[in-house]
């Protein structure tokens, strides 16, 4: 029996210069990424980490991913979402879904350190076609192939490089490389609303990269979208690229094999914080900072606080840490009646919590709360001394501090500041 010819594409899977898997994409829209048998072969004291859950799961590079039109959620995630997302599908005249089409043209410059290139037609190596054994594979090359940013997310952000005073869009080659936010067109004042809710999260003890506003006459190639009339772009400089080269990153949608579509759901803070106590490099200091973030974002009212804005990176290129913090915006401005991200400690509204749903949140972790509670302590204590001054100094739109002002009293006692 004939079998029926199928047009199959490839893209190399590397890691730090290390083939680690292939992702085939064949023409009935499936897509199977299959782990190199000699990065499944080598020494387990030094392979290089690709997922945290290759060191969950024993059986996790011995079996291949296959999904129809979207890319397995490891690769899935890496990809924009959103406006940003139609931008790049209108570009490659290619349906939204097409994740291998935008994973192509993306993957030289894709967050953290995963690149992913083009295999030429006829040298897609046997192993990576073992799944299509129906099927006669006819290798093709690799349609929409090109070297542009791809940074995950819904708004409309770019990954440029910092260069004689001016923020180069597209450009992801030296160390001093940022992710620019631009201002919204459907929310208003959200660059001033991101810097002052960043600024305020490092003075109450939470690790974040450089920030700064940026006029958006600086930045050189932005592409031609349509803009508000706000002078200012929001910048933070890129933790997963280093004077080393890049950093290998995940965020925790990619650690629980989830789809952006489940970022809000299916995973709660107790959850989240098991992981990052058992499996981090340093489990001890990351679940205080993650404690103490839990808290600057109910502080802030961060409703935004999913699985996709937690991140482990990579700087031995084996062992996770916690990521500085990012994406934290007071919400209420945007999200009437909006709530907290996660459930923690089954609950999900701001005025619930209090010291004993940490405590509980705690527990379920496995943490001693004598571990947790003198950095909730001193968190709260700094915010109560320092934010009130700080907010009439920041740019946070004037009608945004008033609402943040009343957010504050209407916390649990145990977290309200008096402003």
Same mark, same amino acid.
């Given at each position: 029996?004939?079998?029926?010819?199928?047009?199959?594409?490839?893209?190399?899977?590397?890691?730090?210069?290390?083939?680690?898997?292939?992702?085939?994409?064949?023409?009935?829209?499936?897509?199977?990424?299959?782990?190199?048998?000699?990065?499944?072969?080598?020494?387990?004291?030094?392979?290089?980490?690709?997922?945290?859950?290759?060191?969950?799961?024993?059986?996790?590079?011995?079996?291949?991913?296959?999904?129809?039109?979207?890319?397995? $959620?490891?690769?899935?995630?890496? +990809? *924009?979402?959103? &406006? /940003?997302?139609?931008?790049? !599908?209108? @570009?490659? =005249?290619?349906?939204?879904?097409?994740?291998?089409?935008?994973?192509?043209?993306?993957?030289?410059?894709?967050?953290?350190?995963?690149?992913?290139? $083009?295999?030429?037609?006829?040298? +897609? *190596?046997?192993? &990576? /076609?073992?799944?299509?054994? !129906?099927? @006669?594979? =006819?290798?093709?090359?690799?349609?929409?192939?090109?070297?542009?940013?791809?940074?995950?997310?819904?708004?409309?952000?770019?990954?440029?490089?910092?260069?004689?005073?001016?923020?180069?869009?597209?450009?992801? &080659?030296?160390?001093?490389?940022?992710?620019?936010?631009?201002?919204?067109?459907?929310?208003?004042?959200?660059?001033?609303?991101?810097?002052?809710?960043?600024?305020?999260?490092?003075?109450?003890?939470?690790?974040?990269?450089?920030?700064?506003?940026?006029?958006?006459?600086?930045?050189?190639?932005?592409?031609?979208?349509?803009?508000?009339?706000?002078?200012?772009?929001?910048?933070?400089?890129?933790?997963?690229?280093?004077?080393?080269?890049?950093?290998?990153?995940?965020?925790?949608?990619?650690?629980?094999?989830?789809?952006?579509?489940?970022?809000?759901?299916?995973?709660?803070?107790?959850?989240?914080?098991?992981?990052?106590?058992?499996?981090?490099?340093?489990?001890?200091?990351?679940?205080?900072?993650?404690?103490?973030?839990?808290?600057?974002?109910?502080?802030?009212?961060?409703?935004?606080?999913?699985?996709?804005?937690?991140?482990?990176?990579?700087?031995?290129?084996?062992?996770?840490?916690?990521?500085?913090?990012?994406?934290?915006?007071?919400?209420?401005?945007?999200?009437?009646?909006?709530?907290?991200?996660?459930?923690?400690?089954?609950?999900?509204?701001?005025?619930?919590?209090?010291?004993?749903?940490?405590?509980?949140?705690?527990?379920?972790?496995?943490?001693?709360?004598?571990?947790?509670?003198?950095?909730?302590?001193?968190?709260?204590?700094?915010?109560?001394?320092?934010?009130?001054?700080?907010?009439?100094?920041?740019?946070?739109?004037?009608?945004?501090?008033?609402?943040?002002?009343?957010?504050?009293?209407?916390?649990?006692?145990?977290?309200?500041?008096?402003?």
């Amino acid at each position: 029996m004939t079998k029926t010819s199928e047009d199959v594409e490839g893209l190399n899977i590397q890691l730090h210069g290390v083939d680690v898997a292939v992702v085939t994409h064949c023409a009935g829209g499936k897509n199977i990424l299959t782990f190199n048998p000699a990065f499944i072969a080598s020494s387990q004291h030094e392979r290089l980490t690709f997922s945290l859950r290759q060191r969950r799961d024993p059986q996790y590079l011995h079996i291949p991913q296959i999904r129809t039109d979207k890319l397995p $959620p490891v690769l899935s995630n890496l +990809l *924009p979402e959103g &406006a /940003l997302r139609d931008v790049v !599908s209108q @570009a490659l =005249q290619c349906h939204t879904n097409n994740e291998f089409a935008i994973l192509a043209y993306m993957g030289k410059n894709l967050p953290g350190a995963i690149v992913a290139t $083009p295999i030429k037609a006829g040298e +897609l *190596p046997r192993w &990576a /076609l073992a799944q299509r054994l !129906s099927t @006669a594979p =006819q290798q093709i090359d690799v349609k929409h192939a090109d070297s542009k940013f791809s940074l995950a997310g819904v708004q409309m952000k770019f990954s440029s490089s910092h260069r004689d005073g001016r923020y180069h869009i597209d450009h992801d &080659a030296n160390e001093d490389s940022w992710i620019i936010k631009t201002p919204s067109t459907v929310h208003k004042g959200v660059p001033l609303n991101e810097l002052t809710c960043m600024t305020l999260a490092a003075q109450a003890g939470a690790v974040v990269p450089e920030i700064r506003l940026i006029n958006v006459a600086e930045l050189e190639g932005l592409p031609n979208i349509q803009l508000p009339n706000e002078p200012f772009a929001y910048g933070i400089q890129r933790f997963d690229r280093g004077s080393d080269g890049r950093i290998h990153a995940e965020d925790f949608a990619q650690v629980f094999g989830l789809y952006p579509s489940d970022k809000y759901q299916k995973v709660n803070y107790e959850q989240l914080g098991k992981v990052l106590y058992c499996e981090s490099a340093n489990g001890r200091e990351d679940i205080q900072q993650m404690a103490r973030r839990l808290l600057i974002n109910i502080l802030l009212g961060n409703g935004d606080a999913h699985l996709k804005n937690w991140t482990i990176c990579y700087p031995d290129r084996m062992l996770p840490r916690l990521a500085p913090l990012y994406d934290v915006v007071f919400t209420q401005p945007y999200i009437e009646y909006d709530n907290i991200a996660l459930k923690m400690a089954k609950s999900k509204r701001w005025s619930d919590i209090s010291l004993s749903h940490f405590e509980c949140w705690s527990q379920d972790v496995g943490v001693p709360w004598q571990m947790i509670k003198p950095h909730l302590l001193d968190t709260i204590n700094l915010a109560r001394d320092i934010w009130p001054n700080q907010l009439v100094q920041l740019p946070m739109l004037t009608e945004h501090k008033a609402m943040l002002r009343n957010h504050w009293k209407a916390l649990h006692k145990d977290f309200t500041i008096d402003s």
